[in-house]
């Protein structure tokens, strides 16, 4: 009988250390408080309570604005108005540069001192890439002007490049040896000097 006693006892003992070993060498602790304690600094968008949106302000009725409403799916059209005669002009019917054998060309010299560099990326000293799409009518002048791409985005480059364009007479472009309207990818890179 002290025989099985003493073998429990040393099975006991042994299944003992094995814990303690298991638990202080397997088992990192620390690891475990830390990231329980790390979880506890960690904020969820559930734990705020949300706003109820604000009141929408007083907002006529749309019979108080106008007695009778046309509705429409034609788009509007643009009306350009020279020399006193009225021209009805849509961007439509302007090619794509595909569709032309001579680009648009325009003086390069007069585009670069019209273009002002935006200073807030000036005093930021950020350059810039903008992308443009222009609508260059049969006489060669940019009737439209579209910001395609605008890199880095609201620095001013898009603005100050559609303004160096607008209005600009250049060289028109040419399908089959007759002037025509287009629209022109011009990319424009702006660099501090």
């Known amino acids: 009988m002290n025989e099985k006693i003493l073998r429990i006892i040393i099975i006991a003992v042994t299944a003992a250390i094995h814990l ?26 559930t734990d705020f309570a949300e706003l109820p949106p604000p ?4 907002i006529p009725q749309v019979e108080e604005i106008a007695e009778v409403m046309i509705e429409t799916d034609i788009p509007p059209v643009q009306q350009v108005v020279a020399a006193g005669t ?12 595909h569709q032309v054998s001579v680009s648009p060309q325009f003086d390069e010299g007069a585009i670069t001192s019209e273009l002002v560099y935006p200073p807030i990326a000036l005093r930021s000293g ?36 559609v303004r160096a364009f607008m209005g600009k007479k250049g060289r028109p472009a040419y399908a089959n040896g007759e002037p025509v309207s287009c629209r022109y ?6 660099r501090i000097k």
């Open 20 to 45: 303690v070993v298991i638990f202080f060498l397997v088992l990192d602790t620390d690891r475990i408080i830390y990231a329980d304690a790390e979880n506890a600094r960690v904020m969820k968008v």
């Open 55 to 58: 009141p929408d302000p007083e």
């Open 86 to 97: 009225l021209t009805v002009q849509s961007f439509d019917n302007y090619l794509q540069m």
């Open 126 to 161: 950020v350059e810039g890439r903008v992308i443009l799409e222009l609508f260059v009518d049969i006489s060669g002048t940019v009737q439209r002007v579209t910001i395609l791409r605008e890199d880095p985005e609201g620095r001013g480059f898009g603005e100050a490049a």
């Open 185 to 190: 990818r011009y990319p424009l890179l702006f």
